[in-house]
């Protein structure tokens, strides 16, 4: 009889269970239906002074993107808010073990927790369900593509560090209704991130670190603060944007070996200038306007224009000097072409007189007939008066010329020289020294700056 009357009992049990067995059946008993929750939108504690412990876990799942101009910052987070429920709570074995219920997430209270660095809201819609337990406790998960600002420190961009905050606070109630914690410490937060990390844009994350700021008086408001690190990866700016205005500063230097006597050296280094100024402007769209310090680029990039507009002001002074030596050789050119007509007008006119003696020589030996003599016999008489003064005339001249000829070979072989052994003029040697001297000069103040550049990337 006792075992019979034990197992009717055991059936009764189950049957009663069996019909008890839907999650709707806990939301009925819990008096949580659409059209009755008296409590729903009231903080769920049984005494007002009692605040609610609220629990918050985030996980960075991706970085999409840091905008150094607006000083933006777009992550996208998950975020996982836990509390207690004082008025939820039913026996799973009421319910055929039923521990854990989703619900709209309209009909219950929920923590109004908001991020202080939000600029935009979110335009993903909130998670439409949350889930309770038997024991009180209710759970949202939400994720969110937060687009919220941050200070930006670009000193030392590209080689840049960046840690932007994500600030949870209430937005009305204060200490007195809602405590917050973190769920998570810095290791854990930083350890799950890796896990679900799907991509970080330009980023490198490296932690982040979790800080719970508790407000010492009763007006105050908790705060948990959420401080992602990442490291900016630098070898795209590296080879599009430092080496390209190197190589310009390499081609600045190889101008040198230009001849400074034509334009084309001084063109050279107008086009070289251009390329450095159209770079500035590129970094100009990148860097924001509002930066405290003067980033070590853009110190890198007007350091060497300025250098660069220093060798195309020397090139400038050279060419001056050199046209200015230029001036008195052309002058005396000239003065010397002048010289040397005069003197060959001379040689021209020495001839001609030449010529008109021996005419007037030869008219000496005029025909006359009043002597009755013939003119071969008047011939042969001046022919030996006047032969042996002619014969001496003549050789007189020829060695007249002869002497000529050797003047003018040596004078052609003087000024031969000369012009071979020519120097250049006073200002053209100071030109070249100028340029000499500078140049070393330009070298060594672009190592030098180049190392103390690199230095501080390096150690700022």
């Known amino acids: 009889m ?154 030392k961009f590209p080689f840049d560090i960046q840690r932007c905050n994500l600030s949870f606070k209430s937005i009305i109630y204060t200490v007195r209704d809602i405590r917050l914690q973190a769920s998570d410490n810095s290791s854990e937060a930083t350890e799950w991130s890796r896990e679900v990390m799907r991509t970080q844009y330009e980023w490198l994350f490296i932690n982040m670190t979790v800080t719970t700021n ?26 599009n944007f430092l080496i390209p205005v190197l190589f310009f500063l390499c081609l600045d230097l190889a101008s040198f070996l230009i001849s400074d006597n034509g334009g084309e050296k001084l063109s050279f280094k107008v086009t070289v200038l251009l390329a450095v100024t159209v770079l500035q402007l590129i970094l100009n769209e990148i860097l924001p306007a509002t930066s405290n310090r003067i980033p070590l680029i853009a110190v890198y990039c007007v350091g060497i224009f300025g250098l660069m507009l220093l060798s195309l002001l020397e090139t400038i002074l050279v060419m001056h000097l050199m046209e200015k030596d230029s001036k008195p050789s052309k002058d005396s050119a000239a003065d ?10 001379g040689m021209d006119n020495f001839p001609k007189s030449h010529g008109e003696v021996h005419d007037w020589t030869q008219c000496a030996c005029v025909y006359d007939d009043s002597t009755g003599e013939t003119p071969s016999e008047l011939l042969s008489v001046a022919k030996e008066s006047n032969g042996g003064k002619l014969i001496e005339e003549y050789h007189a ?50 190592c030098l700056f180049l190392i103390v550049i690199f230095f501080q990337w390096n150690n700022a």
């Not at 005494?47 to 996980?59: A, N």
């Not at 508790?214 to 630098?234: F, L, P």
């Not at 002048?338 to 060959?344: A, D, F, I």
């Not at 000529?404 to 003029?425: D, F």
């Open 336 to 345: 010397k072409g002048r010289s040397e007509g005069s003197n060959r007008r």
């Open 214 to 239: 508790n407000a010492s008086d009763n007006v105050g408001q908790d705060m948990i603060i959420y401080t992602i690190t990442m490291k900016r990866r630098s070898i795209l700016y590296i080879v």
């Open 397 to 446: 001249m020829e060695k007249l010329s002869d002497e000529l000829r050797e003047v003018e070979k040596t004078l052609s072989l003087l000024l031969n020289n000369r012009k071979e052994e020519e120097k250049p003029g006073y200002w053209t040697r100071v030109a070249k020294k100028v340029n000499k001297y500078f140049f070393i000069f330009y070298v060594t103040v672009i």
């Open 2 to 155: 006792m075992l019979t009357g034990f197992l009717f009992l055991l059936f009764l049990t189950d049957g009663v269970n069996s019909d008890h067995c839907s999650y709707q059946d806990v939301l009925n008993h819990l008096n949580l239906t659409q059209t009755n929750g008296l409590f729903s939108m009231s903080r769920p504690v049984k005494h007002y002074k009692r605040p609610t412990l609220v629990s918050l876990e985030v996980l960075l799942y991706a970085i999409l993107d840091v905008v150094e101009k607006d000083q933006k910052f777009i992550p996208y987070v998950w975020t996982v808010t836990r509390w207690h429920n004082e008025y939820i709570s039913w026996d799973p074995n009421q319910f055929c073990g039923i521990k854990n219920v989703s619900l709209p997430s309209e009909m219950l209270w929920k923590p109004d927790l908001t991020i202080e660095e939000m600029t935009e809201k979110d335009k993903a819609p909130p998670s439409p369900y949350l889930t309770i337990n038997n024991k009180g406790d209710v759970e949202v998960q939400n994720d969110q593509v937060l687009v919220s600002t941050c200070r930006m420190h670009i000193y």
